[in-house]
């Protein structure tokens, strides 16, 4: 099976630039979660979906971001417009979500973005 | 709220020492998953295990095995005779009953000097 797929896999931008992130979770999976990685503030959870609806955005850093799921199959992370400090390694993850406590999350290759 | 300290930034061991990376969590719940997840120098996140609150056996998974004690609160993980491609960052989570999503530790570098 087909992993989570993420693209682009690298995004060099510059300031002030709309950057959109792309996400497939793997089938059958109804959960989905965007993260950001940096070497400051770690891994943070960012939003995440449960059967496309969005549960949790209180990670989003301000309203500059923005996520969809308008599909079971695909997910958009934006960024309008960029900044500098958006700069970082941004994941998907998605899970089979069947009752709480949470079930294993997979990871995407993660989109690395550079924001000039 | 749920909690979870890898007290270790940063370890490094010459290759074939056996290591143990810590994790600590603090949950209100009694039932709950803990995880643990790889990130090489690649920078995939790789899952390695999953153990929910009601089974605290012991894993073994071929170098790797896992130590859960729920009396100290402790998901300890040690590899054993390590290798240089054990290289990597190292994650440990928690999944809650009440909370809907994980919490990740802030990880722990592990660097294995051949």
């Known amino acids: 099976d087909a992993g989570v797929i993420q693209s682009p896999r690298h995004e060099v931008t510059e300031m002030g630039q709309e950057v959109t992130l792309r996400c497939k979770p793997i089938s059958g999976h109804n959960s989905l979660f965007w993260y950001r990685q940096t070497m400051m503030r770690g891994l943070e959870l960012l939003i995440y979906f449960n059967n496309n609806v969005p549960i949790d955005d209180s990670g989003m850093p301000e309203d500059r971001f923005s996520a969809k799921m308008p599909n079971a199959s695909f997910s958009t992370l934006k960024i309008q417009p960029s900044e500098p400090r958006d700069s970082a390694v941004y994941f998907c993850?998605?899970?089979?979500?069947?009752?709480?406590?949470?079930?294993?999350?997979?990871f995407g290759p993660g989109t690395r973005l550079l924001v000039l | 709220a749920q909690k979870v300290t890898q007290a270790q930034t940063e370890i490094s061991v010459v290759e074939k020492e056996d290591v143990t990376l810590d994790c600590v969590y603090e949950?209100?719940?009694?039932?709950?998953?803990l995880f643990w997840y790889k990130q090489p120098p690649s920078g995939e996140l790789v899952f390695l295990i999953r153990r929910n609150s009601f089974d605290e056996q012991n894993e073994i998974s071929g170098r790797y095995s896992w130590n859960f004690q729920k009396s100290t609160s402790s998901f300890n993980f040690t590899i054993t005779a390590s290798q240089v491609v054990d290289s990597a960052v190292y994650f440990c989570?928690?999944?809650?009953?009440?909370?809907?999503?994980?919490?990740f530790g802030d990880g722990t570098t592990l660097t294995v000097k051949p």
């Open positions: 993850a998605s899970s089979f979500f069947r009752g709480l406590p949470r079930e294993t999350q997979y």
């Open positions: 949950t209100r719940d009694t039932t709950y998953y």
């Open positions: 989570a928690l999944s809650e009953a009440h909370a809907g999503k994980s919490t």
